[in-house]
């Protein structure tokens, strides 16, 4: 079954662009990546899905259900994360946890106690006299309390401390392994590379690359690092270089025996070879001229 497809699926506000003939399928049980940087589509798409707005053409189905036809039977189903948590202003956590779940029409008493425990949520405090990163807590034990088939979560970590962003994927793999389809919108390339199994990728609009995300990942271009003294100047196919006192590291994806000729004429007391992680491959799709490696 198929959680989430599109077709063809087109926003524009007026004259903008938001997205742009988007194809996109994330099967049930998957935990789906949906890379860009801000203003690259990602939010429009979310909405769209969750029929927060209607597309200007094409189609969103979510369950085999159409977003602008079942919108209310979808959204039972959905745990919806914002990037932005906002919430009515004087109200306690455990009332906004309660308001939650009763417009689902659902006792989450005893997950939401068990989400709070585990994120170190105060229910007994007001809402307004709380960080970013609590109200960001609020708004996951809102997402997740009702046990949904689906998570949209859409740049999901902002405002959390590294023990709670770990503790929030933890939470989300156990999900993911009870048979809840993940899709996690984020520009955190290392959140997409240790948790997702496959991945998009979203540049004005439109999706430029899909697949595992072991294929995003694979590049002809190797990660070079030389200590020692050597000459790049007259060697093609580098780029992305960083130079420090005593060491030069750059991407490289020319020939290798020019490379080896370049390094055997100077001096290299070490050599370290490596595959680019996701972040490097993601660049290189946003680069001006090009959108393949």
């Given at each position: 079954?198929?959680?989430?497809k599109?077709?063809?699926?087109?926003k524009y506000?007026?004259?903008?662009?938001?997205?742009?003939g988007?194809?996109?399928?994330?099967t049930?049980?998957?935990?789906f990546?949906?890379?860009g940087?801000?203003g690259?589509?990602?939010?429009?798409?979310i909405?769209?899905l969750?029929?927060?707005i209607a597309?200007t053409s094409?189609?969103?189905?979510i369950?085999?259900?159409d977003v602008?036809?079942?919108?209310e039977?979808?959204?039972?189903d959905?745990?919806?994360?914002?990037?932005?948590?906002?919430?009515?202003?004087?109200m306690?956590?455990k009332?906004i946890?309660k308001?939650s779940?009763?417009?689902r029409?659902?006792?989450?008493t005893?997950?939401?106690?068990?989400?709070?425990?585990r994120?170190q949520?105060d229910?007994a405090?007001k809402i307004?006299e709380?960080s970013?990163?609590?109200?960001?807590?609020?708004?996951?034990v809102?997402a997740?309390?009702?046990?949904?088939?689906l998570?949209?979560?859409?740049?999901?970590?902002?405002g959390?401390?590294?023990?709670?962003?770990k503790?929030?994927?933890?939470?989300?793999r156990e999900?993911?392994k009870?048979?809840?389809t993940v899709?996690?919108?984020?520009?955190?390339?290392?959140?997409i590379q240790?948790?997702?199994t496959?991945?998009?990728?979203i540049?004005?609009?439109?999706?430029?690359?899909?697949g595992s995300?072991?294929?995003?990942?694979?590049t002809s271009?190797?990660?070079?690092t030389?200590?020692?003294?050597?000459?790049l100047?007259n060697?093609s196919?580098v780029?992305?270089?960083?130079?420090t006192?005593?060491?030069?590291?750059?991407?490289?994806?020319?020939?290798?025996?020019s490379?080896l000729r370049t390094?055997?004429?100077?001096q290299?007391?070490?050599?370290?070879?490596?595959?680019p992680?996701l972040?490097?491959?993601f660049l290189h799709y946003?680069?001006?001229?090009?959108?393949?490696?």
């Open positions: 079954m198929e959680s989430i599109t077709t063809k699926l087109t506000y007026g004259k903008a662009r938001g997205i742009e988007l194809d996109l399928t994330v049930q049980g998957e935990f990546g949906f890379i940087p801000n690259a589509g990602k939010s429009t798409t909405r769209t969750l029929g927060l597309p094409g189609s969103a189905m369950f085999e259900k602008t036809k079942e919108k039977s979808i959204l039972r959905i745990g919806y994360l914002p990037s932005e948590a906002l919430f009515y202003q004087g306690k956590v009332d946890l308001l779940a009763d417009l029409k659902k006792d989450c005893a997950e939401s106690k068990l989400l709070c425990e994120l949520l229910t405090r307004d709380m970013f990163g609590n109200r960001k807590k609020v708004a996951i809102c997740l309390q009702h046990r949904p088939k998570l949209v979560l859409d740049e999901p970590t902002g959390l401390d590294p023990l709670m962003q503790e929030f994927f933890d939470i989300l999900r993911n009870t048979g809840a899709f996690l919108s984020s520009h955190v390339l290392s959140e240790r948790n997702c496959r991945a998009v990728i540049r004005d609009g439109r999706i430029i690359a899909q995300v072991d294929d995003l990942s694979k271009a190797k990660r070079i030389v200590h020692g003294s050597i000459h100047e060697l196919g780029r992305d270089r960083k130079d006192k005593d060491s030069v590291s750059f991407l490289y994806s020319g020939d290798m025996d490379l390094l055997s004429s100077g290299v007391n070490d050599l370290t070879i490596t595959e992680d972040e490097e491959v946003y680069e001006k001229d090009g959108e393949t490696v």
